[in-house]
């Protein structure tokens, strides 16, 4: 197992359609996360810098490809168009 984690800005006009998305994230999001090994996944807001801090568990051995698998996966890619911080 491998933590992992990432930190971005987010735009300060998206970050209250960034909390009502998130506060009911797509069942087929959720399972494409779980598939590709990440488990225990969290999101932190940082306000009023609105910086967003992901961290999360991963599971796999090959994480570029359980990436693309959450790249290629159609729920996914509509996920992060809504949410792009």
């Avoid at 996360?33 to 599971?59: C, M």
């Avoid at 051995?61 to 159609?74: I, R």
Wanted: charged share 25%.
């Amino acid at each position: 197992m491998q933590r992992m984690g990432l930190c971005i800005g987010a735009k300060a006009a998206a970050i209250a359609d960034y909390k009502r998305v998130h506060a009911a994230v797509w069942p087929e999001v959720l399972d494409v996360i779980s598939r590709a090994n990440i488990r225990n996944y969290s999101i932190f807001l940082r306000e009023p810098e609105n910086l967003l801090f992901a961290s999360w568990e991963y599971h796999g051995s090959d994480f570029a490809t359980d990436s693309a698998l959450m790249g290629e996966s159609p729920a996914m890619r509509k996920w992060r168009e809504l949410c792009d911080p």
